[in-house]
Each structure stands twice: as structure tokens, then as C-alpha cells.
């Protein structure tokens, strides 16, 4: 049973950051490609960043380039999202994912089999 914990979400002000992570269980991490989702109210969910099993290749949505940066650290089987430079359009709930090993980031929800709780983001204008 693949268990996906998100934590650090949060109210910031706009232009603030904040620091998500995304803890794993139940399989092997290491062999395990990552995608952080978000989901506004009223809005479709929508890919925001991913990154593949070794770290080696990351992606990144146009709205978030720039100023989110994806990373893991497979020995502390942990996923992160660091977010600067908040907008207030980047509030939503905030999911991690966790999808099959490849070489080439998922960006459709439909690549990744074991989704996280989520964890809300409020960013004031």
C-alpha cells in the first residue's frame, strides 16, 4: 500500500514562498517518477511540476517556470516543492503523485497511480 503524506501548506502573502514536501511509503521511492498537481475551486486540476525517479530530469508548467523548483531526495523517500514568488492565482490544493519509472516527465494525471491527501495553499493579494 503506497501511502503519499503533503505537508507545508499554508497562507502566504503574495510574492512570499513556501516549501511543500510530500513524504512516501510502501514501495521503492528510488523507482518512482514525481509530480506535484494543484487544483484550484471550480478548476480542473492541473499539472504544475515533475521530476523522474533519478532526479536527472524536471518540468515544469509555463505558469510556474521560473519560480517553483521541484526536487527529491530518495534516501528520505521525500519529494519538495519550493515556491516563490507567490501569486495569488497559485492558490489551490496541492497534491503530490507518485507514477511509473521513465524517463520522461508525466504531465497527465493519468500517468500516475498513488495520490496524496493534498495540502492547501492561500496566498493574500
Known amino acids: 500500500q503506497v501511502r503519499l503524506v503533503e505537508t507545508g501548506g499554508g497562507l502566504v502573502q503574495a510574492g512570499g514562498s513556501l516549501r511543500l514536501s510530500c513524504a512516501a511509503s510502501?514501495?521503492?521511492?528510488?523507482?518512482?517518477?514525481m509530480g506535484w498537481f494543484r487544483q484550484a475551486p471550480g478548476k480542473e486540476r492541473e499539472f504544475v511540476a515533475g521530476?523522474?525517479?533519478?532526479?536527472?530530469?524536471?518540468a515544469y508548467s509555463d505558469s510556474v517556470k521560473g519560480r517553483f523548483t521541484i526536487s527529491r531526495d530518495n534516501a528520505k523517500n521525500t519529494v519538495y516543492l519550493q515556491m516563490n514568488s507567490l501569486k495569488p492565482e497559485d492558490a489551490a490544493e496541492y497534491y503530490c503523485?507518485?507514477?511509473?519509472?521513465?524517463?520522461?516527465?508525466?504531465?497527465?494525471?493519468?500517468?500516475?497511480?498513488?495520490w496524496g491527501q493534498g495540502t492547501k495553499v492561500t496566498v493574500s493579494s
Open positions: 510502501g514501495r521503492t521511492f528510488g523507482t518512482a517518477n
Open positions: 521530476i523522474i525517479f533519478s532526479g536527472s530530469r524536471l
Open positions: 503523485a507518485l507514477g511509473r519509472l521513465g524517463l520522461r516527465v508525466g504531465m497527465s494525471g493519468e500517468e500516475y497511480d498513488y
